[in-house]
């Protein structure tokens, strides 16, 4: 059984209709950048929880939580309407293995997200141990629209503090945006434009993969870059690919 722990709103900005970040204070226990915990309300008399990537690293206070709405979805459309004070349920212990401990030694690490699928990694990238470890940091935030490109001031403060070690590519699918990319991650893999245009080799002896978002998005990434002689990683049988599916 879950220990669930009672937290308080303390911010809930909307970035768009459906896109939302919720600040959140709670006393909860330690948990590694990277990691999901669960977030639950009590819904018609009965406790509806959904995994969410930790946004803010451990270190950070209030909790953060950055999501969509999905169509007709049950927690994400009630999260949304929460205001400053009310009460929101957390898991006091956090999961999951999408974290910098997992990754195997290498030199660079590619980390690539559609969505709220950029939380865990500004979670990792707002903490030390990624500047301490890789010698190139990379970051592709991939959107439909542009009004779906969020953080990016947080982004570029990093960008300004990690000059030379911090790479990052914003991907906007569904307009035509300057200074991004247009179309999907997935083309950019298969052609190796992204790399072309970064400047960066992407290979199998140096480089790691980190892929988080729409599961269509890993399925496919996975299928491209396995072509290209990456393989997932497992601890028994390492490899250069791990991921996060959301749905
Ligand atoms: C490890 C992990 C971490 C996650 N972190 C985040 C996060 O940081 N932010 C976030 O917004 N979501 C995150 N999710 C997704 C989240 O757990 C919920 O699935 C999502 O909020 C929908 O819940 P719901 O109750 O509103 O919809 P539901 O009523 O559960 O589902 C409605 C339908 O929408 C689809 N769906 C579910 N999630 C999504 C989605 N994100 N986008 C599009 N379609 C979806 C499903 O196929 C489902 O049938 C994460 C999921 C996992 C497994
Ligand atoms: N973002 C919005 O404006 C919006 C609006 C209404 C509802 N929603 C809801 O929110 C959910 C999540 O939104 P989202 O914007 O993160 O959706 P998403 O469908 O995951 O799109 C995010 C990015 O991933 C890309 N992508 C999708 N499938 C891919 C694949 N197989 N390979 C490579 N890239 C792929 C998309 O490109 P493409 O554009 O080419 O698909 C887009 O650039 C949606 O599924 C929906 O339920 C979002």
């Known amino acids: 059984m879950p220990q669930w722990v009672e937290g308080k709103i303390a911010e809930n900005i909307h970035w768009t209709d459906n896109l939302f970040t919720l600040k959140i204070d709670a006393d909860i226990d330690k948990f590694a950048a990277g990691q999901f915990t669960s977030v639950a309300l009590d819904i018609d008399g009965e406790r509806i929880a959904r995994p969410y990537s930790f946004l803010n690293s451990p270190d950070q206070r209030p909790l953060e939580f950055f999501f969509y709405t999905a169509i007709e979805g049950k927690l994400s459309n009630a999260l949304i309407k929460l205001k400053v004070g009310d009460s929101v349920w957390i898991k006091k212990q956090a999961n999951g293995f999408f974290v910098l401990n997992e990754i195997p030694p290498c030199k660079d690490i590619w980390m690539l997200g559609t969505g709220t699928g950029i939380a865990p990694y500004l979670s990792i990238l707002n903490a030390p141990a ?49 200074g991004t990319f247009h179309g999907r991650i997935t083309a950019s893999l298969e052609d190796q434009s992204l790399e072309k245009h970064l400047g960066l080799d992407l290979n199998v002896e140096n480089s790691h993969i980190m892929l988080c978002g729409n599961p269509e998005m890993v399925k496919d990434s996975v299928e491209i870059l396995k072509r290209r002689g990456f393989s997932k990683h497992r601890r028994r049988k390492p490899g250069q690919i791990t991921v996060e599916n959301y749905w």
């Open 130 to 178: 990624v500047w301490e470890r890789f010698e190139k940091v990379v970051l592709i935030q991939a959107v439909r629209t542009q009004a779906d490109l969020r953080y990016q001031e947080l982004i570029t403060n990093l960008e300004n503090r990690f000059e030379d070690q911090f790479f990052f590519q914003a991907f906007v699918s569904r307009e035509n945006i300057e």
